[in-house]
C-alpha cells in the first residue's frame, strides 16, 4: 500500500500508471494550495535574493518563512487525500440489513463519526477487514430474536460502527450488544484443531483465550457458510490492519457484547519516527510501535540483563521483556572502537552482560604476546576502569505492535524526525525487516524498520510468547503461595531448626541463674507467671542444650497457653519455598526436612511437640 | 571516443560499453538514464549478496547492483573508475556499478551475433548477443532478464 502511495507523488513525465483513479476534493482546499504555491515561490525568491547578496538576516527570514510555508504545504496536500469515513460507513447498512435478514435476526446499525477523515489508500484497505468484523458481530456476536428475548434483551441486536481522533490516530470501534465470546468455546476449538495443547490452555489468561481468535485457521463455527466458518477472517483483518501500521484490541463480557478496536495512523506517506543507529547506518523506529526507550547504564548491565535458555531478557517494571539484538537480527557484524588505539574491531561479547577485554581479543595472535599485554592492560586499569566506560551502556527501544512486545538493542538513539515513507525497489521486496526508506536530512537514506516482521524473524511468536508468560506468571503466583515465614534457630552447634513464624510470640533472653528446676520441668518467672520451658531434646532424639550464662527463649502460644523453647542463636526470620522432604528425617514432632542456606534444617511440629510434653493441654480434643 | 563511430541511422543501434572485472560489456544506450559517481551507499542487512544497498538520487530510492557479482564474476572493487549506471528496467530505476565506463559503440543490428555457448563463464542467458569489435569482444547483457528477481 506503501507502493500505491509513493506513485501518487512521482513525479510527472514517468510513464503513467494503469489505475486511473480521481479524487474528489474541495475548491476551497484547492484554492488554499494555490495560496501556498504562491507564497512559496515568493519565499525561494526572498531567499535567493538573500543568498546573492550575501544578508544573512534576509536569508534567515526567508528560510523560516519557507519552513512555516511547507508544513503548510505538507498539511493541505495531505487533505487532499484525505476522504471522509462516511464512504465506506455508509455500505455497512446495507450489509448489515441484508445479512441479518439472511440469518433471521433483527439488528440496528448505528454509525457515528461518519465526517472522520482518512488517507485515502488507508480508507481502501481498511474496507475489507471492517466488513470483516461487522459480519463477525452478525453471525457469531447478535442472538436470535426470541433467544434475546429469553435472556432479558432487547430482540432488536444493536451493532455500534463509531470512528473518532485520538491521540493523532483515527480509531474504529465495532461493538455489539451480542453474546460476547465464550472463552471455554474458543478454547475446545483452539485444542481440537490443534493449535494449542491442552497443558498450554490450562495457563492461559481469559484475555489470552480470547485473542486465540486472531490465529490463523482458527473458527468456532461447526460448518462453513457462505458468511463465516472458514476461519481466515479474523487473522487477514489483523493482518490488513497491521500492515496499515494499526492496532487491533478485542475486549467483550459473555453475555453483553464485543467491543473491537481499532487504531489507525491518519496517513501513511509521513510518519513520525525514532531514528537509530545500528553499526554504520541509520534506520527509522516508526513511532507508533514505540513505547518507550530504555538506557541501561554500563554498570547496571549485569543485574538488570538477565538470561533465559539461550534468550536475553530484561525486568522492566515487573514484566519480563525478550531482548534481542538489532545488529543480530539483522546480520550486521557488530564492531566497537577499541578505547585505546581507535581501532574499529569485530565485537567477540556473547552476552550482552559479557564485558570486554583486551586478553582475549590478542590471544588469537599467540600466546606470548597475550601475555605482555595483559600485564599493560592490568597496569592501565589500576587509572581508569575500561568496563565502565559510558559507552558500554545499553540503548534499548522497547517496541510493540499488537500482540508482541520486546526490546531492541540498538548501538545509538537520535532525535525523532517525521519522515517521509519511500518505496523501495523490487529487488529489496523479499526483505522483509523493512517497511520502506526515507531519505534524511543529509541526503543519505535509511530504511524504516517493521517491527512486527522483526518480530517474526526473531522467533517471537505471539502465543507461545504469551503462554510462556502467562506460565512465569503462574509460577511466580505459586511460588508465593508456598511461600512460608519461619524462624529459624539451632539446638546445638550444628542442628539447624525451624518453626512457623505465626505461631511465635515473642522470643526473649534468660539469665540462667533465673530458670527454676522443679521436679524434672524447668519454669522462670515471666510476667507475672511461671513460664514453662522445654528443650528439644526432651522430645526429639537431638543433643541436649550446651551450659550458659544466658539462655534463649522462643515463647510460643498454642492454646492460649504460652510455653518457652530454649534454643541456641542465631534466631533469625526468613521467608523460604516449602519444598519440603517429609520422608527422610521424619520423627514424632518434627514435620519435614528442607534445605534453607545450605543448611539442612529440621521443620518443627510444635503442635505435635507439646502434644507429646503435655497430653493433658490436648485431652479435652480427644 | 573511436575513430570507427557513425552517424547513427535508424537502423543502427548504439551501445553504450563498460568493463565488468575486465570484460567488455554493452547495454543498448537507450535504457540509460544516467551515469554517475554517487556512491553514498546504504546498505540494506538481509538483502542478497549482489545488492549493494540503496541510494537517494534526486529524492528517489534506488537500489544499487554490484554488476560483477550479479553475473557470477568477481565483485566490483570500488576505484576511482567505477561507476555507477543508472539503467530503466520495467518502469524501475536500478543502478548497475560497473568496473568502468567505455566507448558509445554504433553499430547494425545484424552485426550483433548469437551467444557463444559459454563466454568468461558467465551465465549465456544473461547476454543478448556478441559483438565483434576491431580490439575485441563485446557482450550484450540483456538489462530486463539480468534484473529479474
Known amino acids: ?622 | 571516443m573511436s575513430k570507427e563511430m557513425m552517424k547513427p541511422t535508424s537502423k543502427d543501434l548504439e551501445f553504450s560499453t563498460f568493463y565488468v572485472g575486465t570484460t567488455l560489456c554493452g547495454i543498448n544506450i537507450l535504457k540509460i538514464e544516467e551515469i554517475n559517481k554517487h556512491f553514498n551507499i546504504t546498505t540494506v542487512p538481509q538483502s542478497s549478496d549482489y545488492i549493494k544497498g540503496i541510494l537517494n538520487l534526486r529524492g528517489r530510492i534506488i537500489t544499487i547492483i554490484d554488476l560483477g557479482k550479479k553475473l557470477g564474476l568477481d565483485s566490483v572493487e570500488k576505484n576511482k573508475d567505477t561507476r555507477n549506471i543508472i539503467v530503466n528496467s520495467n518502469d524501475e530505476h536500478i543502478g548497475l556499478v560497473v568496473n568502468g565506463i567505455s566507448d558509445v559503440v554504433v553499430v547494425r543490428e545484424d552485426d550483433i551475433e548469437a551467444v557463444p555457448s559459454n563466454i568468461n563463464g558467465v551465465k549465456g542467458k544473461n547476454f543478448k548477443g556478441v559483438l565483434k569489435t576491431e580490439k575485441q569482444l563485446i557482450g550484450i547483457l540483456d538489462i530486463d532478464e539480468i534484473l529479474k528477481e
Not at chain 1, 484497505?125 to 433467544?147: F, K
Not at chain 1, 470512528?163 to 476449538?189: C, E, M, W
Not at chain 1, 543480530?328 to 581507535?342: A, V
Open chain 1, 1 to 622: 500500500m506503501i507502493e500505491t502511495s509513493e506513485r501518487i507523488f512521482d513525479k510527472p513525465g514517468d510513464k503513467p500508471q494503469k489505475t486511473n483513479t480521481s479524487i474528489r476534493v474541495n475548491v476551497g482546499l484547492l484554492d488554499t494550495l494555490m495560496n501556498l504555491a504562491g507564497e512559496l515561490v515568493l519565499g525561494r525568491n526572498q531567499l535567493l535574493q538573500g543568498v546573492s547578496s550575501s544578508n544573512t538576516k534576509a536569508t534567515e527570514v526567508s528560510s523560516q518563512r519557507i519552513d512555516m510555508i511547507t508544513s503548510e504545504l505538507q498539511e493541505a496536500i495531505m487533505r487532499t487525500r484525505m476522504q471522509p469515513i462516511a464512504n465506506i460507513l455508509s455500505k455497512f447498512t446495507r450489509v448489515v440489513r441484508d445479512l441479518s435478514q439472511q440469518s433471521g435476526k433483527s439488528i440496528d446499525l448505528v454509525l457515528e463519526g461518519n465526517d472522520v477523515e482518512l488517507d485515502k489508500t488507508i480508507l481502501e484497505s481498511i474496507n475489507d477487514p471492517l466488513i470483516h468484523l461487522v459480519r463477525n458481530s452478525v453471525h457469531h456476536g447478535i442472538e436470535m430474536p426470541d433467544e434475546r428475548e429469553k435472556i432479558g434483551k432487547n430482540p432488536i441486536g444493536i451493532i455500534t460502527l463509531k470512528a473518532f481522533h485520538d491521540a493523532g490516530q483515527v480509531n474504529i470501534v465495532i461493538s455489539d450488544d451480542g453474546r460476547g465470546l465464550d472463552p471455554q468455546k474458543i478454547l475446545r476449538a483452539a485444542v481440537s484443531k490443534g493449535h494449542l495443547t491442552d497443558q498450554e490452555v490450562a495457563q492461559m489468561s481469559e484475555k489470552q483465550k480470547m485473542k486465540l481468535i486472531f490465529l490463523p485457521g482458527f473458527s468456532t463455527a461447526k460448518e462453513v457458510t457462505d458468511v463465516s466458518g472458514r476461519g481466515v477472517g479474523m487473522d487477514v483483518a489483523v493482518t490488513n490492519v497491521e500492515s496499515l501500521g494499526g492496532v487491533i484490541e478485542l475486549d467483550s463480557t459473555p453475555g453483553e457484547g464485543t467491543v473491537i478496536q481499532i487504531k489507525l495512523p491518519l496517513t501513511l506517506a509521513i510518519i513520525p519516527s525514532q531514528i537509530i543507529t545500528v553499526g554504520n547506518e541509520r534506520y527509522a523506529l516508526p513511532q507508533v510501535n514505540l513505547s518507550e526507550l530504555l538506557r541501561i547504564s554500563a554498570a547496571e548491565v549485569k543485574d538488570k540483563i538477565e538470561r533465559v535458555g539461550d534468550s536475553e531478557v530484561v525486568r522492566l517494571r515487573g514484566e519480563l521483556l525478550p531482548l534481542f539484538d538489532l545488529s543480530k537480527l539483522l546480520g550486521i557484524e557488530e564492531t566497537y572502537i577499541d578505547p585505546e588505539n581507535n581501532d574499529e574491531l569485530l565485537e567477540r561479547r556473547k552476552n550482552i552482560a559479557d564485558r570486554r577485554s583486551k586478553k582475549h581479543a590478542l590471544l588469537k595472535d599467540g600466546k606470548t604476546r597475550a601475555l605482555n599485554t595483559f600485564e599493560d592492560t592490568k597496569q592501565e586499569r589500576t587509572t581508569k576502569d575500561r568496563r565502565y566506560h559510558a559507552e558500554s551502556a545499553l540503548n534499548i527501544a522497547v517496541v510493540a505492535t499488537g500482540t508482541f512486545k520486546y526490546g531492541l538493542i540498538v548501538d545509538d538513539l537520535h532525535d525523532s524526525e517525521e519522515i517521509v515513507v519511500k518505496s523501495v525497489g523490487r529487488h529489496l521486496k523479499k526483505c522483509t525487516a523493512y517497511t520502506g526508506a526515507t531519505i534524511m536530512g543529509d541526503g543519505k537514506v535509511a530504511l524504516i524498520l517493521n517491527i512486527s516482521n522483526i518480530a517474526q524473524t526473531a522467533g517471537l511468536s505471539t502465543v507461545s510468547e504469551s503462554v510462556k508468560l502467562a506460565k512465569a506468571a503462574d509460577k511466580a503466583a505459586e511460588t508465593c503461595k508456598d511461600k512460608a515465614a519461619l524462624l529459624i534457630f539451632k539446638n546445638s552447634g550444628s542442628e539447624h531448626f525451624a518453626a512457623p513464624l505465626n505461631m511465635v510470640e515473642r522470643i526473649e533472653r534468660f539469665k540462667t541463674s533465673a530458670i527454676e528446676q522443679i521436679g524434672n520441668k524447668k519454669v522462670v518467672q515471666y510476667r507475672g507467671g511461671a513460664l514453662p520451658l522445654y528443650e528439644l531434646s526432651q522430645v526429639l532424639d537431638v543433643e541436649s542444650l550446651p551450659e550458659k550464662d544466658q539462655q534463649e527463649v522462643i515463647v510460643f502460644k498454642v492454646k492460649n497457653r504460652e510455653i518457652g523453647l530454649m534454643v541456641t542463636p542465631p534466631i533469625d526470620a526468613n521467608e523460604v519455598n516449602l519444598e519440603m522432604d517429609e520422608s527422610t528425617l521424619r520423627q514424632p514432632g518434627i514435620s519435614g526436612s528442607m534445605s534453607i542456606n545450605d543448611h539442612t534444617t529440621l521443620l518443627v511440629d510444635i503442635f505435635e511437640m507439646i502434644k507429646r510434653l503435655n497430653p493433658e493441654w490436648f485431652a479435652d480434643e480427644t
